[in-house]
């Protein structure tokens, strides 16, 4: 579990964060929502230590994050950045690479390894894509990899940085779903979303950002009542009921 207090952070010559307080809970997909430039990226990188932060405390399973190293962090939380290179290898020889925390220098990789790989393709649905070089995916395809990659690490909480980004609906969809099944195995999931409706649907709960500041957080149903986010966002937001539950939309 990863626990913010009041945290503030940004680069050189520009905060960005101020006065943060989240808690990335075990069990939870948690949707970051908020318009370009609020903070939502840089979030992900304090919480991860990418980015130290300037004030406030980042708590680890109860541990202060800069007690503890790159590698031990990397065994607890898994990253999944904007954007990535696109190295020319396979995508199982990729996915291999999360599990690179869990090796001492120099890698050699142990049958168990092999094993977490294979258990990974299999969860995300990529068995078939296994042999396949990255290059020549889809962007869904892909991102299935990428998800396969952290499944690999074997850590307790994943965050997202725009995982459905420029993907089509039925990809979105499938990553909302894998997220919901890391949180029903205990795992955080954390992502950070541009598509409202999806998050609304698919996550058990929201914080909004505004101006480096969580200016509402609750579930879904609050969220909405609320209205904080046609206030932030500028948008009318609306629902219909389904047999699968609420439907959101905008005006």
């Known amino acids: 579990m990863i626990e913010l207090r009041h945290i503030r952070a ?3 010559g520009r905060p960005v964060l101020e006065d943060v307080s989240l808690t990335f809970a075990p069990g939870r997909v948690l949707a970051l929502l908020g318009p370009n ?4 990226s840089t979030l992900l990188r304090t919480a991860n230590g990418l980015l130290p932060a300037a004030g406030g405390q980042i708590l680890l399973d109860g541990a202060p994050l800069p007690s503890l190293s790159p590698k031990q962090i990397a065994r607890k939380v898994a990253y999944l950045p904007q954007s990535r290179a696109v190295p020319d290898i396979t995508a199982r020889r990729f996915v291999l690479h999360g599990r690179f925390p869990h090796l001492s220098y120099p890698r050699r990789c142990r049958p168990e390894d092999y094993a977490a790989v294979d258990s990974a393709l299999r969860w995300v649905g990529a068995e078939e894509l296994a042999d396949r070089p990255l290059p ?5 395809q892909r991102q299935k990899i990428y998800l ?5 690490q074997e850590t307790e909480t994943i965050l997202m940085d ?3 980004t420029f993907l089509d609906a039925k990809h979105q969809l499938e990553v909302m779903a894998l997220a919901g099944k890391l949180a029903d195995r205990g795992k955080a999931s954390v992502l950070v979303l541009h598509d409202l409706c999806l998050a609304l649907q698919g996550a058990d709960e929201v914080a909004v950002l505004e ?3 969580v200016v509402g957080t609750g579930s879904p149903e609050e969220i909405y009542q609320s209205g904080i986010l046609e206030q932030v966002m500028g ?4 629902r219909t ?3 699968r539950g609420w439907r959101y939309f905008l005006l």
């Open 10 to 12: 940004g680069y050189p």
């Open 148 to 152: 396969a990659m952290a499944l690999a």
């Open 37 to 40: 430039g609020c903070g939502k």
């Open 211 to 213: 101006g480096g500041k």
């Open 136 to 140: 020549e995916l889809s962007g869904g």
């Open 162 to 164: 725009e995982p459905t």
């Open 235 to 238: 948008v009318t937001l609306r």
């Open 241 to 243: 009921g389904t047999e």
